[in-house]
């Protein structure tokens, strides 16, 4: 599929700007096809650490990431591990952090040495086996820096940007290490949109700790609720229909998402379709708090992601290339 052409019939407009995003300065979208799985070298140690840290941080994707092949695994992990620590310096105290965060950036796309760091030599590794586009890198570390001076969103539009940079970003250079055939950038860019949207609804309060709103303000004011009201952690009608709005928002993406795995190599579909319906299920605990995301955070139980094992292999299994989409 040329999403120039032919997705503009079935897109959004912001979802269009996005993939001129993704595009980079090359142009074009696959810019940096996968070279292939090659041994990146003695590096065990440094990947058991991203592995460690992926583990740490999020038990859904670590648990996806265990049904991918071992090199494709320790090379995800090693993408998930560098994101992470980049997040992790945004939240760090003082005013470094920005500074601290463009020298990630910096060695993460190749502009400065990785050093001895063991998260930025497995990435670097990982990187260059797999002929990883750096501008990918380079968007996340943007988004995040533009995030010290988080201000909010007044639109989705705006707020689906961000989420293109955070989110995003991952899944376009984690498809290069899965492979693929046609393209599926448009599904990876829902898919990172619907997973950070996901993410704002379950921390709202945590956010609110930290001085940020990531809803946007259209919506705020659409439904009545105010920030005063966000602070309290009150859970009303008002507050119940923002969050089914955006529910049934994060849902859609989730939907539209889907149809992308198809174009994924075989042996990394099971991985990527057990991240989407685990991870669309949290939205399914927010629902079963009636909303309220302020005295807890909504998980998925261990129990649970079990008894999706079965929906998730057949559908991994079932998974076609979208109709009209290159084979």
């Known amino acids: 599929m040329n999403p120039a052409t032919s997705a503009a019939e079935t897109t959004e407009g912001w979802e269009l700007a996005l993939l001129v995003l993704a595009r980079g300065e090359g142009g074009t979208a696959l810019?940096?096809?996968?070279?292939?799985?090659?041994?990146?070298?003695?590096?065990?140690?440094?990947?058991?650490?991203c592995a460690a840290v992926t583990k740490e941080h999020s038990r859904t994707f670590y648990t996806a990431t265990r049904l991918l092949p071992a090199d494709k695994r320790r090379a995800v992990r090693a993408l998930y591990a560098y994101c992470r620590v980049a997040d992790d310096i945004v939240d760090?105290?003082?005013?470094?952090?920005?500074?601290?965060?463009?020298?990630?950036?910096?060695?993460g796309t190749g502009a400065a040495?990785?050093?001895?760091?063991?998260?930025?030599?497995?990435?670097?590794?990982?990187?260059?086996?797999?002929g990883i586009p750096a501008h990918f890198a380079g968007q996340l570390v943007e988004a995040l820096a533009d995030d010290l001076g988080h201000r909010g969103y007044d639109?989705?539009?705006?707020?689906?940007?961000?989420?293109?940079?955070?989110?995003?970003?991952?899944?376009?250079?984690?498809?290069?290490?899965?492979?693929?055939s046609g393209d599926p950038s448009l599904y990876a860019i829902r898919l990172g949109v619907a997973m950070q949207l996901t993410n704002i609804l379950r921390d709202v309060a945590e956010d609110w700790r930290n001085g940020r709103v990531y809803l946007p303000r259209e919506d705020l004011e659409r439904f009545g609720v105010t920030n005063d009201q966000i602070g309290a952690g009150r859970v009303d009608d008002r507050w119940r229909a923002l969050m089914q709005f955006?529910?049934?928002?994060?849902?859609?993406?989730?939907?539209?998402?889907?149809?992308?795995?198809?174009l994924l190599h075989r042996d990394g579909r099971l991985a990527v379709t057990a991240a989407l319906e685990?991870?669309?299920?949290?939205?399914?605990?927010?629902?079963?708090?009636?909303?309220?995301?302020?005295?807890?955070?909504?998980?998925?139980?261990?129990?649970?992601?079990?008894?999706?094992?079965p929906l998730v292999a057949w559908r991994a299994y079932r998974a076609k290339p979208p109709k009209g989409a290159e084979a």
């Open 31 to 49: 810019a940096g096809q996968a070279r292939g799985a090659h041994d990146p070298g003695d590096l065990d140690a440094a990947f058991a650490r």
């Open 92 to 107: 760090e105290p003082g005013e470094e952090r920005e500074a601290r965060l463009r020298q990630w950036g910096q060695a």
């Open 113 to 130: 040495p990785a050093g001895d760091d063991p998260v930025l030599q497995a990435w670097a590794a990982t990187r260059d086996a797999y």
């Open 155 to 180: 639109t989705f539009d705006e707020l689906a940007r961000y989420c293109y940079g955070v989110a995003s970003t991952v899944g376009l250079m984690s498809m290069r290490i899965i492979g693929w």
């Open 246 to 262: 955006q529910v049934a928002r994060a849902r859609r993406l989730y939907a539209g998402a889907r149809p992308g795995v198809g």
């Open 278 to 309: 685990l991870y669309s299920r949290i939205l399914d605990e927010i629902e079963r708090r009636d909303y309220d995301v302020f005295t807890g955070r909504a998980s998925v139980p261990g129990w649970r992601r079990v008894a999706l094992l």
